[in-house]
């Protein structure tokens, strides 16, 4: 059963932006701490953001502080991450995931039971 599906990827210009959606079926993501991981090739998959439930506290790594932000829609069970200033290093394969136990929120990819299968983002002039 299909319960994460991302979408809102594609290529964009150097300071351009986009908007990625996780949309969920079968769970409700209100009750989950919520990530975004991204993933280029040959390079390890990293964790780029996470919200934690009922609270709605955030947090983002170094790399993306300051240009990204992730938040929730309730009404439309869904969680974005909302991308500016985007730089070519920010290509990869971006993977949301929700965690039914980690109430605060991680960067630590086992502590996620769901995944969805990933968008691509290319940042590219």
């Known amino acids: 059963q299909l319960q994460l599906v991302e979408s809102g990827g594609g290529l964009v210009q150097p300071g351009g932006s986009l908007r990625l959606s996780c949309a969920a079926s079968?769970?409700?993501?209100?009750?989950?701490?919520i990530a975004w991981f991204r993933q280029a090739p040959g390079k390890e998959r990293e964790g780029v953001s996470y919200?934690?439930?009922?609270?709605?506290?955030?947090n983002y790594a170094d790399s993306v502080k300051g240009r990204f932000t992730i938040s929730r829609d309730n009404a439309k069970n869904t969680v974005y991450l909302q991308m500016n200033s985007l730089k070519p290093e920010d290509t990869a394969i971006y993977y949301c995931?929700?965690?039914?136990?980690?109430?605060?929120?991680?960067?630590?990819?086992?502590?996620?039971?769901?995944w969805g299968q990933g968008t691509q983002v290319t940042v590219s002039s």
């Open positions: 079968a769970i409700t993501l209100d009750y989950y701490a």
């Open positions: 919200i934690s439930r009922s609270s709605g506290s955030t």
């Open positions: 995931a929700a965690s039914p136990w980690n109430y605060s929120g991680s960067y630590h990819p086992f502590e996620y039971d769901y």
